[in-house]
């Protein structure tokens, strides 16, 4: 069975500050990964997504994730963060036709 | 992106009644659908899994006579959550994928139960 795991469940920062979020998964085989948001109030959206190819993938509004293989990792990151960004996060791991949630990380963007 | 829509967004209900939340893939043909429950600051909850034209499929804990799945079409899935009690009360979420290999899921906005 797959499994994710996120690092932090709450993480606060003050706006302009980096931020990098862990994301571990189990899985034996081929796995496609993803980050989605939820602002407060609304539902999940898609970050991005890595499915294969270059490990280092963008996402919308600044967003960036690394997939390192050896380390079954998925860390999302932004270099500057804004307030706007405050929401859920979640990381999540699709193997064979299943899509499995970390248990999200709430980040707190103080203006 | 592809539009997943979910019905209702509320619904109220009294104990020991059933509620049915529709999940519909309005442009695209969903092979897969997946049903969670989030909890209060808390992650999305896998309920079961289901393929078209196939038993759903569930996760461990999950009781299957509790939440009927049903997905009859390559655009609908239904959850029924039957018997309803107030612990039933909570957010739940479909999402679906048109499968294959290289393929995202998309979420439908949720369906907020309570169980009065």
């Known amino acids: 069975a797959q499994s994710v795991s996120q690092h932090n469940h709450h993480v606060i920062l003050s706006e302009a500050a980096s931020l990098e979020l862990g994301c571990n998964y189990s899985y034996g085989g081929t796995v496609n990964l993803f980050w989605y948001v939820q602002y407060p109030g609304q539902h999940l959206q898609l970050l991005l997504k890595?499915?294969?190819?270059?490990?280092l993938v963008k996402g919308i509004k600044g967003f960036e994730a690394e997939f390192i293989k050896s380390k079954f990792s998925f860390n999302l990151r932004k270099p500057s963060v804004q307030w706007s960004d405050t929401a859920e996060y979640f990381c999540?791991?699709?193997?064979?036709?299943?899509?499995?949630f970390g248990k999200g990380t709430m980040l707190l963007v103080s203006p | 992106g592809a539009v997943v829509s979910q019905h209702p967004s509320r619904v109220i209900c009294k104990s020991g009644t059933s509620v049915k939340i529709e999940c519909r893939s309005l442009d695209f043909q969903a092979t897969t659908m997946f049903w969670y429950r989030q909890f209060p600051k808390k992650s999305l909850m896998l309920m079961a899994t289901?393929?078209?034209?196939?038993?759903?499929?569930?996760e461990q804990g999950v009781e299957k006579d509790k939440f009927l799945i049903n997905h009859a079409s390559l655009t609908l899935s239904t959850l029924t959550v039957t018997s309803a009690h107030p612990e039933d009360s909570s957010f739940y979420i479909c999402?679906?994928?048109?499968?294959?290999?290289?393929?995202?899921?998309?979420f439908g906005q949720g369906t907020r139960l309570t169980v009065v």
């Open positions: 890595y499915f294969s190819g270059d490990p």
């Open positions: 999402s679906a994928t048109s499968g294959g290999v290289d393929t995202e899921a998309f």
């Open positions: 999540a791991v699709m193997g064979y036709s299943t899509l499995t």
């Open positions: 289901s393929n078209e034209g196939s038993k759903a499929t569930y």
